[in-house]
């Protein structure tokens, strides 16, 4: 048995950061060790770091990595395997998991997760050990700092698939943040005939990666009325990835038979909304949420980052060493450096 040095990120609220020893065993059964290559950040890790971390904690779950040691038991990896993870996997044994008529066959639902979530490393480490069940191979074309996205990618085409975007379809995407950007890809590549995106003005980079990406036009909201560009035809899908304050005018826009479909965390009182229950009928309107929890979609991604290039391209806007992690929260706060971030991604060791 043999001890991995490693260094790990902690955070503890409000936005105090510290690079922590965090030495690690071999891999156990059904266990990788992995040399992280990249962990993008997710604006989750801002919530954590504000308010949601009491005690200090790793975090950073978007994932790529190096398979550098393999637990007894493992089967479908080997060392040198380059890898992407997502953050929970269905367990594939449980009642819930297992296909009829052992079980429900409904694996979107397992409550009895493989994560790698927990002490003592997580993404934003030099290495960190997880079940292989959250793992899935990255395409040889796919750089492994590319690769990060696999897991926020797969919460974007979960809000496509929730919103049963289809050929022909008009779609608006709320909220221009790395989601909406990859649902924006998504929902055109699903046939959708117009794809609107609308955000703040403020948020300049993410609006430009939003054309960059397949949107047809931009609503910045703070300078025109949302419901502006819709006199002629209404959205038949609205795609929330705002906070959830925004779903009542969503569904005030939806075309008849509309689909309004969120993810989109308060974590606050502002989850708390009104909507019209008339409206919702005599519109036949759907409201629907999209929580990607336990991962289904990873290696639907690590492919479709292999047939879509520009969306590595055009998400990472900053690299960062782990060592300035720090500084990288830094300039997703800051009023000035904001408008030019897409998404950052903290680039390891691992990395080719
Ligand atoms: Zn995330
Ligand atoms: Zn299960």
């Not at 790395?178 to 609308?198: H, I, Y």
């Not at 519109?283 to 949420?289: A, E, I, P």
């Amino acid at each position: 048995m043999s001890v991995h040095a490693n260094r790990a990120a902690y955070v503890r609220s409000p936005w105090q950061f510290e690079l922590r020893e965090a030495p690690l065993p071999d891999p156990g059964p059904g266990q990788l060790l992995l040399e992280v290559a990249a962990c993008a950040v997710c604006g989750t890790d801002f919530h954590v770091a504000d308010r949601q971390a009491p005690d200090w904690q790793p975090f950073g779950h978007e994932v790529s990595g190096v398979v550098r040691r393999v637990g007894e038991g493992v089967t479908r990896f080997v060392p040198g395997d380059r890898v992407a993870l997502d953050s929970s996997a269905p367990c594939g044994r449980c009642e819930v998991c297992l296909p009829p008529p052992q079980g429900r066959g409904r694996p979107e639902l397992c409550r009895s997760v493989a994560t790698y979530w927990g002490s003592p490393a997580m993404g934003y480490s030099e290495r960190l050990l997880t079940p292989q069940e959250c793992a899935v191979h990255v395409p040889d074309s796919v750089p492994l700092d590319v690769a990060s996205l696999v897991e926020p990618l797969g919460v974007s085409l979960d809000l496509v698939q929730v919103a049963e975007v289809r050929h022909g379809d008009h779609v608006l995407v709320i909220g221009p943040g790395p989601l909406g950007l990859g649902a924006v890809a998504l929902a055109r590549r699903a046939g959708a005939e117009r794809v609107l995106l609308a955000g703040r003005s403020h948020s300049a980079a993410r609006l430009q990666a939003g054309l960059a990406l397949g949107a047809d036009g931009l609503i910045e909201v703070d300078r025109r009325p949302l419901a502006e560009p819709f006199a002629a035809r209404r959205p038949d899908k609205i795609l929330v990835t705002a906070s959830p304050g925004v779903i009542p005018e969503a569904l005030g826009l939806a075309a008849y038979g509309g689909i309004v479909a969120y993810i989109g965390v308060a974590w606050s009182p502002d989850a708390i909304v009104e909507i019209d229950a008339d409206q919702l009928h005599f519109s036949k309107l759907s409201l629907r949420s999209s929580m990607a929890s336990p991962g289904l979609h990873a290696a639907s991604t690590a492919r479709l980052l292999e047939t879509l290039p520009e969306l590595g391209e055009r998400l990472i806007s900053h690299r960062f060493a782990l060592d300035d992690l720090p500084q990288a929260f830094a300039t997703g706060r800051s009023a000035e450096a904001k408008p030019q971030v897409v998404k950052m991604v903290m680039v390891g060791e691992g990395a080719e």
